[in-house]
């Protein structure tokens, strides 16, 4: 079977480029201007990166970013504080918390303290109850909601697929599995405990992966003609001795047994960052009620 590759790269292009419009129609017919503040707590290096990015990308569509860098010994209490600070200030719509937190934090304590109209993780109880509940107003996770997105531009039908999802973060695979079921997919998610996992990635027309473990599913998983979406991104040393990044998909064996596959990197990744902007202009535009792009 010939595999096509499922550009990310060009697909989050297209969507920032539509949200710089937007963010410019916002600015001169509304003077507002979206601002993402983001906290990141301790030097964790992949958390560095991930942060960078998405302060480029905030200033790359126009939108003001808010960067709050915390050194490792940051109490609760403080981080709270900024929190309560930032979920007052009118110049900020969106609060992102860079998780994993160092040992010692709580991260739910944190999260939920987030107002959920600036929750642009989409990562609040009262999100996720959205999501659960299908409501459409609510704030999605960046990295399912883009997932959906690439698959959506890519399969001109999802309902009555089966969709497998493996893993069963707060992040990932559970507003992923919400997300694929109200598009009418059946959906089975598969996490650490599960029993012969390549027996149900077998059996699915969409797969979607995120475990964070390099290339835990092999071609022997891939049902024939099957698209799937790749969200690890792991980072592995080379033999001589350089770093690069693979997903949670052996990419090699995927290739020519699936119909569409996402490559890492240049899948899922880059339109993770897109929709957190999207998610960051819906806020800002939810402050004078219009509504979404
Ligand atoms: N760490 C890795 N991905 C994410 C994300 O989407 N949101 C947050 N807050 N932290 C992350």
């Known amino acids: 079977m010939k595999t096509q590759l499922i550009d990310g790269k060009a697909f989050a292009k297209n969507m920032t480029q539509k949200i710089a419009q937007e963010v410019k129609e916002l600015q001169q017919h509304h003077n507002i201007t979206p601002g993402l503040a983001v906290i990141l707590v301790g030097n964790d290096p992949a958390s560095e990166v991930y942060v960078r990015n998405k302060t480029k990308q905030t200033h790359q569509v126009g939108m003001r970013s808010f960067m709050h860098l915390l050194p490792e010994t940051t109490t609760q209490e403080e981080i709270l504080n900024l929190i309560a600070r930032l979920n007052n200030d009118p110049d900020i ?10 040992k010692g934090l709580n991260p739910n304590t944190i999260i939920q303290a987030i107002i959920p109209h600036k929750d642009v993780d989409g990562l609040t109880a009262y999100n996720t109850g959205k999501l659960a509940l299908g409501h459409k107003d609510g704030f999605i996770p960046c990295t399912p909601l883009g997932c959906l997105m690439l698959l959506k531009s890519e399969r001109s039908r999802l309902q009555g697929l089966h969709a497998v999802v493996i893993g069963a973060s707060n992040l990932m695979g559970k507003p992923m599995a919400q997300l694929l079921l109200q598009e009418g997919c059946t959906v089975t998610v598969a996490h650490i405990h599960t029993r012969d996992p390549e027996k149900i990635a077998q059996e699915a027309d969409i797969l979607i992966v995120a475990t964070g473990c390099s290339e835990l599913v092999k071609g022997s998983w891939i049902k024939e003609g099957a698209t799937i979406i790749d969200v690890g991104i792991n980072r592995i040393k080379t033999k001589d001795n350089k770093t690069k990044l693979i997903g949670d998909v052996a990419f090699q064996e995927a290739f020519g047994k699936a119909a569409k596959i996402t490559p890492v990197p240049g899948g ?24 979404k792009i």
């Open 93 to 102: 719509h969106g609060i992102l918390v860079q998780l994993p937190l160092p």
């Open 268 to 291: 899922v990744g880059p339109v993770t960052i897109a929709c957190l902007l999207y998610n960051t202009l819906q806020a800002a535009r939810n402050v004078r009620n219009l509504n």
